[in-house]
């Protein structure tokens, strides 16, 4: 019998007992369904190995007795490179530039930097000079079993790297000089102040990170995440690291080295040479790079850009790297969404119809 033939009451109740039915069957269905296609949650990964919170400082006794700081980064097998940080930096001062770490990873790039006299954990001896650091430094690269090293040297890294080039020009597969200090040419202004004089003007700088550390307000490195707490620590580090307190004596030390003449003679260097300038800088001016070529044995290769000033060894670093793994013959830049590594050639008809601009696309991005 139909519902439908039911009498009112009866065909009413039925209705209802079936649309219950119905429901809690619906319900049942979609209970098993759920419980049937569920599948275990994925099992939660966790890495195998630690993240790198940059480079690790170690100690070397020298056969001299000092000890030298240094650390060493990248692969052990790659291409070596001795980082020659700027006046007042500690031997992390690489650290600086592990913004682009993945590309200096990828290019097999082994950077070494050793620390000077009186900075981060470096005991200050005032009787210590550039030929000092060049000699220590050199033995830590044959304690690491490192002969030939390519240098790049940063500002005031730069009349150490000439020191080291003069002293063993044959062990210096490449030299790159960025926004770098020449020991020859004009002294600086500073060179006529006392010790004295020299302490007082610095003081407040090296007591405060962010002092030293200060960029121009449309400084490039503004747009790199974490590069201004980076520097601020870097300069802790550097002139406090051993409970110093900020001592100006180091500090004062190294610039008063600066003001010896004549610099060291690179005669016989043979290495191709690199120098980088921004035109906007003030503190090593674009005429130093004369300065720096009339001093080479041979013809530098000389990058300068109108985007930089003593920010250059940082906004072209990407470039640097590239240059330093042996890639000079081509040019860094952005095309589109995406970093290129063009042939100079090329990348120069791109950039200059506008269709492409200098550098990591990173610079564009951030």
């Known amino acids: 019998m139909s519902p439908v033939s039911l009498p009112g009451p009866t065909r009413t109740a039925v209705i209802a007992i079936g649309a219950a039915t119905l429901t809690l069957l619906g319900a049942l269905t979609l209970v098993g369904s759920g419980e049937s296609s569920a599948s275990p949650s994925p099992e939660p990964k966790v890495q195998d190995t630690f993240d ?78 550039k030929a000092d650091y060049a000699e220590d430094a050199l033995e830590v690269l044959d304690q ?121 003679d690179l005669a016989k260097l043979d290495a191709p040479v690199y120098l980088y300038g921004g035109k906007k800088d003030t503190t090593v001016p674009p005429a130093t790079l004369k300065t720096w070529q009339d001093e080479l044995p041979g013809k530098a290769k000389v990058r300068t850009y109108a985007d930089s000033g003593h920010d250059v060894q940082y906004r072209h670093w990407d470039q640097i790297l590239v240059d330093l793994a042996g890639h000079s013959d081509k040019t860094v830049i952005c095309r589109g969404k995406h970093t290129r590594v063009m042939p100079a050639g090329e990348a120069d008809r ?12 990173a610079w564009k991005n951030n």
């Open 52 to 129: 790198s919170l940059g480079p690790e400082v170690h100690a070397a006794k020298l056969s001299n007795g000092r000890t030298a700081h240094y650390s060493d980064s990248g692969n052990k097998q790659g291409k070596p490179v001795l980082y020659i940080g700027g006046t007042g930096t500690s031997a992390r001062a690489s650290h600086m530039t592990d913004f682009f770490r993945t590309t200096r990873e990828d290019l097999d790039l082994r950077l070494i930097s050793v620390e000077r006299n009186g900075f981060g954990d470096t005991e200050f001896d005032k009787k210590l000079g």
């Open 350 to 361: 791109l950039l200059s119809k506008g269709r492409a601009a200098l550098g990591s696309c």
């Open 144 to 264: 690491l079993g490192v002969d030939d090293v390519s240098v790049i040297a940063i500002s005031g890294g730069g009349p150490y790297a000439a020191e080291l080039a003069a002293r063993a020009p044959e062990r210096v597969s490449a030299l790159h000089l960025a926004a770098a200090l020449p020991p020859y040419g004009t002294k600086p202004a500073y060179c006529s102040m006392s010790d004295d004089e020299l302490a007082a003007t610095v003081k407040d700088s090296i007591r405060d990170p962010r002092k030293w550390w200060a960029f121009p307000d449309d400084s490039p490195v503004k747009s790199i995440p974490g590069f201004a707490d980076t520097a601020y620590e870097e300069g802790a580090r550097t002139y406090n690291q051993r409970g110093q307190q900020a001592d100006p004596a180091p500090q004062v030390h190294e610039q008063k080295l600066y003001c010896g003449r004549p610099g060291p």
